[in-house]
């Protein structure tokens, strides 16, 4: 057996110890919401207006037109970059500038014209430079133009597909791109490929770990996610997806030393087991199942946070050699039946949490205090001209806890208060 330990603590808060500050809304306010408009715009800068606020100072961005859906979002101090999806206008990447509070386009049109079909991931190192995924497997690399041009330059690079054989459920999570400093990852099924030079030529995607150790002949595997704060100290998040659709989720950490399995297990009568000579798997919510996820996030480099749907979510940290987790939910006392499409983590015991309530009816926003302490939640309210959000959110992101980002379907909504 693996030297790694699990210790699991259990810290779901009992439904006496919190209260919701906001009452969930009504399904009368969320019939509301169907109906509320929406700014349009051209291909031109926005016309600023004043901002719609909620009562807890989530502010309404004019996206640059009606139809996008906003899969991911990566902020910047002063700025943010985000990538949508559009049944009109397909794959677009946008920045937004806090100088004018104005969304624009900065993409030029290529992954639409080489047929790209899905949207999965957007990330920034600075202000001048962004990377996205769009499926199938290519990752574009943008670079702002010294003025006076205006246009960014782009190019594109396809990944290898190792496991050609995937659900419609996994095409959104196992291609994507992440990077911390001068390291910059991307994934593609079960291999995470590192920006590098290899023998002294041009930069390029070089696969530098591929998870391929499978029991039986019709598992396969995922990366999913990634997480860190310093190149030294950097997680992946991924799935044994066995038969019957079942999984098990993996956890590889890469350190100087190279890449180490830190949990993993095999799916066994609906639970995941120890493998032979592996290390435990993960605590899940329902044992081994079909759900994917690639929400996982760390502030400090230390505490790792992923999300299990539905309402589960797990605190991770090494102890020495040791992986030890902590479990948590939201209790059903502060809001019914939940089902939570994104975390971030603000500090070490305080969580964001965005998805939708009571069966995903409408979109919700939560904070969560002391975590690691049995913890308590708070509504944050998303409510604009009293009307809730009618879509989930697809991410919730942020520098700090006075530049936070709530997107999803028509919606990019920007919180500059505490």
Same mark, same amino acid.
């Given at each position: 057996?693996?030297? #790694? ?9 009992s439904?006496?110890?919190t209260e ?5 809304p009504?399904e009368?306010?969320?019939?509301a ?6 700014a349009? #715009? !051209?291909?031109?800068?926005?016309e ?5 606020? @909620? ?5 309404? &961005? ?7 859906t ?8 002063g700025?943010?970059?985000a990538?949508?999806e ?6 677009r990447?946008?920045?937004w500038?806090e100088?004018? !509070?104005?969304?624009?386009y900065?993409?030029? $049109?290529?992954? $639409? /014209?080489?047929l790209?079909d899905?949207a %999965? ?15 199938p497997g ?13 246009a960014? @330059?782009? @190019? ?5 597909? $190792?496991?050609p ?6 095409k959104d ?6 990077g ?8 593609? !099924? ?7 030079? /290899?023998?002294?030529?041009a ?11 499978a029991?039986n ?8 996610g990634?997480?860190? %704060?310093r190149?030294?100290?950097?997680? =992946?998040?991924?799935y ?14 890469? &350190?100087?030393e190279g890449?180490h399995?830190i949990a993993d297990?095999?799916?066994t ?7 032979d000579?592996?290390?435990?798997p ?7 199942? $079909?759900?994917?996820?690639? +929400?996982?996030?760390t502030?400090?480099?230390?505490? =790792?946070?992923?999300? +299990?749907?539905?309402? +589960?979510?797990? +605190? ?5 050699e040791s ?5 948590g @939910?939201?209790p059903s ?8 499409t ?10 964001w949490l #965005?998805?939708?309530?009571q ?6 926003v939560?904070?969560?205090?002391e975590i690691?302490?049995?913890?308590s939640?708070?509504?944050? !309210?998303?409510v604009l001209?009293?009307?809730p959000?009618t879509?989930?959110p ?5 520098t700090?806890?006075?530049?936070l ?12 208060t505490?």
């Open positions: 057996m693996s030297s #790694a330990l699990l210790a699991i603590a259990a810290c779901a808060a439904d006496d110890e919701a500050p906001h009452a969930e009504d009368a306010l969320a019939d919401g169907a109906g509320r408009d929406v349009v #715009a !051209s291909d031109a800068p926005v600023a207006r004043g901002a719609v606020c @909620s009562s807890d100072g989530w502010c309404e &961005t004019t996206l640059p037109d009606v139809g996008l906003i899969k991911d979002i990566w902020p910047l101090p700025r943010a970059f990538l949508a559009s049944r009109s206008f397909g794959i990447a946008l920045e500038n100088a004018d !509070s104005t969304w624009r900065i993409d030029d $049109n290529s992954q $639409n /014209e080489a790209a899905h %999965t991931r957007i990330w920034s190192p600075n202000a001048d430079e962004v990377y996205y995924a769009a499926a290519t990752i574009y690399h943008g670079t702002r133009p010294a003025p006076p041009a205006t960014w @330059s782009w @190019s594109r690079e396809r990944l290898p597909e $190792n496991v054989d995937r659900t419609e459920d996994a999570l196992i291609l994507g791109v992440w911390v400093g001068s390291d910059i990852y991307a994934w593609r !099924s079960n291999t995470i490929f590192r920006r590098a030079s /290899e023998d002294g030529g930069l390029g995607w070089v696969p530098e770990h591929t998870v391929d150790d029991d002949p019709v598992e396969v595997f995922y990366i999913t990634a997480a860190g %704060t190149p030294d100290e950097v997680w =992946f998040r991924g044994r997806f066995g038969g019957n659709f079942i999984n098990c989720e993996i956890l590889i950490r890469r &350190t100087p890449y399995r297990g095999v799916a009568f609906r639970q995941c087991t120890p493998r000579g592996g290390p435990p993960l605590p899940s919510p329902s044992g081994a199942s $079909n759900a994917l996820s690639s +929400q996982f996030h502030s400090d480099g230390r505490r =790792f946070f992923l999300l +299990q749907p539905p309402n +589960q979510y797990s +605190q991770l940290t090494m102890e020495g992986l030890s987790v902590t479990v @939910s939201v006392a502060v809001v019914r039946a939940p089902r939570w994104a975390t971030w983590s603000e500090s070490a015991d305080r969580l #965005a998805g939708g309530g069966n995903a009816r409408w979109g919700v939560m904070r969560g205090s690691g302490d049995g913890g939640y708070q509504y944050s !309210s998303t001209n009293g009307a959000l879509k989930l697809t991410q919730i992101r942020g700090s806890p006075t530049n980002w709530a997107v999803g379907e028509g919606y990019a909504l920007h919180k500059t505490p």
